[in-house]
């Protein structure tokens, strides 16, 4: 009850997938270059392949986790949930430089004393 292995050699293991050599990936590049095959047997083709790639991975729990909407969804959340974390942070530090210059050109005209401009630099001290 091990990996179905698919080359007619008997020196290949049923548990270890072996790997093509070059001239073997260019013969099978070049029959289905001469076949010009039509869609149907593409797809057949991919069937094939795709049938192998689950044999393959079948007592692979996290493969077969992976391939469900849940797994996406969460992993989509995730990824958008960084990307919002990073953006936010970028946007509230050049938002704090911006007042943080403001409030120094401000300062430099004497109108506002310096502790209300650390306050406003530094969120939550409370200087003034």
Known sequence: MGVKNYNND???SKIKKDALDNE?????????I??????????KILN???DKILVTHRNSRIFLFM????FFAFFMI???SIKAVI???LWRKRKREAASKKLAEENAAGSVPTAAVDAIVTPGSNKV
Do not use: C, H, V
């Open 48 to 50: 094939n392949a795709l």
């Open 10 to 12: 008997q020196q290949s």
């Open 67 to 70: 391939l469900t909407g849940p």
């Open 78 to 80: 995730f990824k958008y």
């Open 87 to 89: 953006l936010t942070y």
């Open 34 to 43: 001469d076949e010009n095959p039509t869609p149907e047997e593409q797809t």
């Open 24 to 32: 073997e990936i260019e013969e099978i590049a070049q029959e289905l």
